[in-house]
């Protein structure tokens, strides 16, 4: 079935994605997730862990579409619905405005709100964002500096003894990836935006039980989120305090991909 998901993005010839950029609505387990009573048991509950999109209207404009969705769990139940308006000027420069509402009969508790994508790491070997740094935080953990930083997505990846989401920052202003050439997109928004760029898809990190189990195929993960919930310290204390958990209403976002020239 149609999905309303971009599929490809090609830039000079080059396509630059490897997996469509669609919705996502959840994260790896952390252990404090699996503990958290308001976190990863009430998440697979409602399926957020396997979502699909499924098009229930189309609309054409000047310069790109209108798509709506029905977002669906592997039950085949409707948790929410989804709108995505893209945007393409002549220079290649891509606006994707997403609105997300959860169907909170179903719905309990969200981990994130954002997009997510997959790219050839020949396209993506290097990360610079202005934003939070240098080293993983959230929004109940929100060490570092505000500063411009470079990194790579293997420095981002923290290796915890069992692997779990791992590498977000927070405060983003933008986001750049390039490519062993240069070449790449640099990503904003009209707010400050989470983000994190891995080796590893989230289906490999969710599975595996010892870092040995990690499995790079060439392509990185990369997450671009409006709202993440925070990690709290539920293996060894309280969970993800209320302040820091994502309300349960409509998300309206939006991110620019411009293409960077080598």
Same mark, same amino acid.
């Given at each position: ?16 994605? /490897? ?10 387990? @952390? ?14 509950? *409602?399926?957020?862990?396997?979502? /699909? +999109?499924? %098009? ?19 039950? !085949? ?25 959860? !169907?909170?009969?179903? %719905?309990? /508790? ?38 411009? =930083?470079? @990194? ?7 290796? =915890? %003894? ?13 986001? *750049? ?12 928004? !009209?707010?400050?935006? +989470? ?5 590893? /898809? !989230?289906?490999?990190?969710? *599975? *595996? @039980? ?22 709290? @310290? ?25 293409? %960077?020239?080598?």
């Amino acid at each position: 079935p149609e999905t309303g998901a971009l599929i490809s993005y090609k830039y000079r010839g080059e396509e630059w994605l /490897s997996q469509p950029v669609e919705l996502s609505l959840y994260r790896p387990l @952390t252990e404090n997730d699996k503990k958290d009573k308001h976190g990863g048991m009430l998440w697979r509950k *409602a399926g957020l862990d396997k979502i /699909s +999109q499924k %098009v229930t209207s189309i609309k054409l404009s000047k310069n790109g579409f209108t798509v709506d969705v029905s977002v669906l769990n592997a039950k !085949d139940n409707e948790i929410g619905t989804g709108s995505f308006v893209y945007t393409l000027d002549r220079k290649g420069m891509l606006k994707i405005n997403t609105v997300f509402t959860p !169907d909170t009969a179903i %719905v309990k /508790s969200l981990p994130r709100v954002g997009l997510t994508f997959r790219m050839p790491v020949a396209n993506c070997c290097d990360v610079t964002y202005l934003g939070r740094g240098d080293f993983e935080n959230y929004v109940d953990r929100a060490a570092g500096k505000i500063g411009i =930083y470079e @990194t790579s997505p293997f420095a981002m990846f923290h290796y =915890y %003894v069992m692997p779990q989401s791992t590498g977000n920052r927070i405060d983003t202003r933008w986001l *750049a990836l390039t490519g062993e050439k240069g070449s790449g997109w640099k990503i904003i928004s !009209d707010k400050p935006f +989470q983000f994190s760029v891995l080796p590893y /898809s !989230d289906i490999n990190i969710e *599975a *595996a @039980t010892h870092i040995n189990d990690l499995n790079f195929d060439g392509e990185v993960t990369v997450h671009v989120d409006a709202a993440q919930t925070g990690v709290g @310290t539920a293996t060894c204390g309280p969970g993800v305090l209320p302040v820091y958990w994502l309300p349960l209403e409509s998300y309206e976002f939006d991110f620019t991909f411009i293409p %960077v020239k080598e």
